[in-house]
């Protein structure tokens, strides 16, 4: 079955701390893979995408992600957060159709 | 600007009153989908369609339908809106029904409560 897991559903972490978010997925063809962030009362705005090439991609505001074939995880990262940063974060996956499939996000608190 | 657009962006409604979110895109898409978020359960596809007048249902239709008439537009009916389609609606859209390295655009998001 095709899936996203996002093992953590609450984030806290200190200003200018570094940040990993989990993702696990569960695809059965070539996986393209996204980030979003939703920060609140906002839509969904794209962080990242993986879709072939180099495994360590970056992406906007100072995130990146690594695609990890082996053990089917596409974590986020940033060495330094940022109290704007605050905001719930899905990662997706597709594949050869149009269809994406969200994990069920992380929240991140960010204390000052 | 390139952008997805919803209206309204926050309905109280009672049950069983017809409602329509509206859906559009101004980028020349040919793929838009609607999805609903709910707590603990992420973005779930209501709906997709791949271009005007070809729609299909996602995992989670029931209670819903669309329509394509336009390639801009993709409204979201509730024919008879029940307490458990209180949710939180986006609408996306891609280029290119099918070209799969291009990601969604979503729109702001619609908050639905019925009660």
């Known amino acids: 079955a095709q899936s996203v897991t996002q093992p953590d559903i609450h984030i806290t972490v200190s200003e200018g701390a570094s940040l990993e978010l989990r993702c696990n997925y569960s695809y059965g063809a070539t996986p393209y893979l996204f980030w979003y962030v939703q920060s609140p009362g906002q839509g969904l705005q794209l962080l990242l995408k993986?879709?072939?090439?180099?495994?360590l991609v970056q992406g906007i505001k100072g995130f990146e992600a690594e695609f990890k074939r082996s053990q089917s995880s596409f974590n986020l990262r940033k060495p330094s957060v940022h109290w704007s940063d605050a905001a719930e974060y899905f990662c997706?996956?597709?594949?050869?159709?149009?269809?994406?499939?969200f994990g069920t996000g992380t929240r991140l608190q960010v204390f000052p | 600007e390139a952008q997805v657009t919803q209206n309204p962006r926050y309905l109280i409604t009672v049950t069983g009153k017809k409602l329509t979110v509206t859906c559009s895109q101004n980028?020349?898409?040919?793929?838009m989908s609607w999805y609903r978020q709910d707590p603990g359960l992420g973005l779930r596809q209501i709906y997709y369609?791949?271009?005007?007048?070809?729609?299909d249902k996602g995992d989670v239709p029931e209670g819903y339908k669309v329509s394509r008439k336009e390639k801009r537009n993709f409204p979201l009916i509730l024919e008879s809106p029940s307490p458990n389609q209180t949710s939180l609606y986006f609408c996306?859209?891609?280029?290119?029904?099918?070209?799969?390295?291009?990601?969604?655009?979503f729109g702001p998001g619609t908050r639905l409560t019925v009660t």
């Open positions: 993986y879709f072939s090439g180099d495994t």
């Open positions: 369609s791949m271009n005007v007048e070809v729609t």
């Open positions: 980028m020349n898409h040919e793929y």
């Open positions: 997706a996956v597709g594949g050869n159709t149009d269809k994406l499939i």
């Open positions: 996306a859209s891609k280029v290119g029904s099918g070209r799969v390295n291009y990601e969604q655009y």
